[in-house]
T-cell receptor
Framework: GAVVSQHPSRVICKSGTSVKIECRSL??????MFWYRQFPKKSLMLMAT?????????EQGVEKDKFLINHASLTLSTLTVTSAHPEDSSFYIC?????????????FGPGTRLTVL | GQNIDQPTEMTATEGAIVQINCTYQ??????LFWYQQHAGEAPTFLSY????GLEEKGRFSSFLSRSKGYSYLLLKELQMKDSASYLC??????????FGAGTTVTVRA
């Protein structure tokens, strides 16, 4: 299947700093990417849908000014957690939709573990 | 909103069979996915069903009944490496995957 990379895999930061997470589709072009967060032993919660060349669509309850999403190219989307606080500590996972598959399959990145001290 | 239900935990013995049930209620339906997720890792695709019936893929099979809003994932000949969380996810009309909370399967020797 297609490959999606995420960087960094782990990040530890101080409270109040901003953290940028990159999501790349390596062998296909993704007009749509998704950002999820996952708390321990919980399911994936969709935060936002990232559309290439347009503004991201945020799910209810997700602060767009806190979680900045940029999808500047067909292979790269970034999520910036601004002014991070300990409650933002979580596992962030991106996925990219491959329009070349039969059912617009989503391929997931390996995730980023964010710890805010 | 969307509602996906699956059991929280299941335990089985190596070599046995385990069936993970999933019920869903969504705004429209464009298919049902099963993913496997090991701790600290991203989900990996296991199966996709959009038509009623059973899809078999090696030791794993997935079943769908659209009229009942029901699916199951069948894991046969369980191996220790199958210990993981299994996520049921439905694809509604907005094409945004809606995930269940996951079923943690523990395989004992």
């Amino acid at each position: 299947g297609a490959v999606v990379s995420q960087h960094p895999s782990r990040v530890i930061c101080k409270s109040g700093t901003s953290v940028k997470i990159e999501c790349r589709s390596l062998d296909f072009q993704a007009t749509t990417m998704f950002w999820y967060r996952q708390f321990p032993k919980k399911s994936l919660m969709l935060m936002a849908t990232s559309n290439e060349g347009s503004k991201a669509t945020y799910e209810q309850g997700v602060e767009k000014d806190k979680f900045l999403i940029n999808h500047a190219s067909l292979t790269l989307s970034t999520l910036t957690v601004t002014s991070a606080h300990p409650e933002d500590s979580s596992f962030y996972i991106c996925s990219a939709r491959d329009p070349g598959t039969d059912y617009n399959e989503q391929f997931f990145g390996p995730g980023t573990r964010l710890t805010v001290l | 909103g969307q509602n996906i239900d699956q059991p929280t935990e299941m335990t089985a013995t190596e070599g046995a069979i385990v069936q993970i049930n999933c019920t869903y209620q969504t705004s429209g339906f464009n298919g049902l996915f099963w993913y496997q997720q090991h701790a600290g890792e991203a989900p990996t695709f296991l199966s996709y069903n959009v038509l009623d019936g059973l899809e078999e893929k090696g030791r794993f099979s997935s079943f769908l009944s659209r009229s009942k809003g029901y699916s199951y994932l069948l894991l046969k000949e369980l191996q220790m490496k199958d210990s993981a969380s299994y996520l049921c996810a439905a694809l509604p009309n907005d094409y945004k995957l809606s995930f269940g909370a996951g079923t943690t399967v523990t395989v004992r020797a």
